[in-house]
Nanobody
Framework: QVHLAESGGGLVQAGGSLRLSCLASPGVFRYNTMDWYRQAPEKQRELVAS???????NYADSVKGRFTISRDSGKNTVYLQMNSLKPEDTAVYYCKPRLSDQWGQGTQVIVSS
């Protein structure tokens, strides 16, 4: 059974920072690339950042240089550090193991201008 629990969202002014966390089931976390997605109102869900088991990272062009994904194997947690936030970053953010169809409940991020 896959458990995913995102947290850390909130309301922040443009230019501010947030750090999102996603606690995953140990078995899922240990063997998966972990992805962060986001879905803005009336838009399709998009892949924001990924991190492999080995720690290789990849980012969408829209967040490159502003967001940093990391993982802590001891805590079965993947993080998304978001800096220099923009209103267009407003969305519900979800983490997902690459090889699973399971989604968490997401965490809402609102960036005010």
């Amino acid at each position: 059974q896959v458990h995913l629990a995102e947290s850390g969202g909130g309301l922040v002014q443009a230019g501010g920072s947030l750090r999102l966390s996603c606690l995953a089931s140990p078995g899922v976390f240990r063997y998966n690339t972990m992805d962060w997605y986001r879905q803005a109102p009336e838009k399709q869900r998009e892949l924001v950042a990924s991190i492999t088991i080995a720690g290789r990272t990849n980012y969408a062009d829209s967040v490159k240089g502003r967001f940093t994904i990391s993982r802590d194997s001891g805590k079965n947690t993947v993080y998304l550090q978001m800096n220099s936030l923009k209103p267009e970053d407003t969305a519900v953010y979800y983490c997902k193991p690459r090889l699973s169809d399971q989604w968490g409940q997401g965490t809402q991020v609102i960036v005010s201008s």
